[in-house]
């Protein structure tokens, strides 16, 4: 069956850098656009960042742009979101998911497009 496990999360002063990984298992990770989501207390799930399947396109959330950073190895069905420059508004349960697509296109902000997902790794950005 299909696994995404998340790993990385931590509590870091504002300011700070955290790198979270996905490792993928149980499916063609070269054929998903990989996805990195986050939920804050009382808050829907948002988009962060997505590369797609060749990591030649990515996508970020405004909120996050020039300050995080996603890649993805294929040889090792990982993907990674590189945190810097930490807010503690970016305070949440980050998620990983996938979503099958082979297109060579802009990777989907769409929570409901993603096909699997992960367990989810707490990030808390103290001030």
């Known amino acids: 069956q299909v696994q995404l496990v998340e790993s990385g999360g931590g509590l870091v002063q504002a300011g700070g850098s955290l790198r979270l990984s996905c490792a993928a298992s149980g499916l063609t990770f070269s054929s998903y656009t990989m996805g990195w989501f986050r939920q804050a207390p009382g808050k829907e799930r948002e988009f962060v960042a997505a590369i797609s399947w060749t990591g030649g396109n990515t996508a970020y959330a405004d909120s996050v742009k020039g300050r995080f950073t996603i890649s993805r190895d294929n040889a090792k069905n990982t993907v990674y979101l590189q945190m810097n420059s930490l807010k503690p508004e970016d305070t949440a349960v980050y998620y990983c998911?996938?979503?099958?697509?082979?297109?060579?296109?802009?990777?989907?902000?769409?929570?409901?497009?993603?096909?699997?997902w992960g367990q989810g790794t707490q990030v808390t950005v103290s001030s």
């Open positions: 998911a996938a979503h099958f697509d082979t297109r060579i296109t802009i990777p989907t902000p769409y929570p409901r497009e993603y096909d699997y």
